[in-house]
């Protein structure tokens, strides 16, 4: 449009071209946003998100655009919405928990991580980690999914004990020998 005269007849029609564009993809960005949430709730009983600095993101030159063709606030009220709807826990944990640079077998916290660092061990326990997954078992567990650190895999295990051979049984009908 800027090669066209304004109010000329080409500029209106380039106008009216572009104006389609972006319309059809909203339209588009819509209906994958309503699709995707309509299954995540339908299949989830539980969701819990991460409150992102996004404002922060955008200020990021190579990620700006691409955080803002998403349309991540959108797809967060539509998640609250119809969680609300069909009656789902919907959570959301703080913006301040360092889900990726915590340990999610041992809870160690490694400190921050640039963005190209995707792959990590954990300097106390040894494990390695992808960022992005131990991020979600972090965000689990910050959201009240799991109960302990040994309930998502920690290296104590508890043993099982032996009755005594005098020891009395609780189920019915069981003698002690």
């Given amino acids: ?50 409150d992102l600095n996004i404002s922060g993101m955008v200020k990021n030159r ?3 655009r691409a955080i803002s063709d998403l349309g991540w606030r959108q797809f967060r009220t ?12 919907f ?12 340990c999610s077998c041992c ?4 400190g921050k991580l640039d963005l190209s660092v995707r792959e990590w061990e954990c300097l106390n326990c040894g494990a390695k980690h992808d960022r992005d997954e131990n991020a979600a078992i972090n965000i689990l567990v910050a959201g009240g999914q799991s ?4 309930g998502r ?12 051979v005098n020891e009395t049984s609780t189920r019915r009908g069981a003698t002690a020998r």
């Avoid at 809870?107 to 490694?110: A, E, R, S």
């Avoid at 109960?147 to 040994?150: G, I, V």
């Fill in 78 to 89: 539509l998640l609250e919405g119809k969680a609300e709807k069909y009656g789902r826990d």
């Fill in 91 to 102: 959570r959301v944990i703080s913006r301040w928990e360092p889900t990726s640079q915590t």
């Fill in 107 to 110: 809870g160690f916290k490694g």
């Fill in 153 to 164: 895999g920690d290296k104590r295990k508890t043993s099982a004990k032996v009755a005594a």
């Fill in 1 to 50: 449009m800027s090669n066209k005269t304004r109010g000329s007849n080409r500029y209106e029609k380039a106008r009216l071209r572009i104006a389609k564009f972006h319309a059809k993809l909203k339209d588009t960005r819509r209906d994958f946003l309503h699709k995707l949430s309509t299954k995540i709730i339908c299949e989830n009983q539980t969701i819990v998100l991460e």
């Fill in 147 to 150: 109960e302990t650190k040994n």
């Fill in 62 to 64: 190579k990620l700006s």
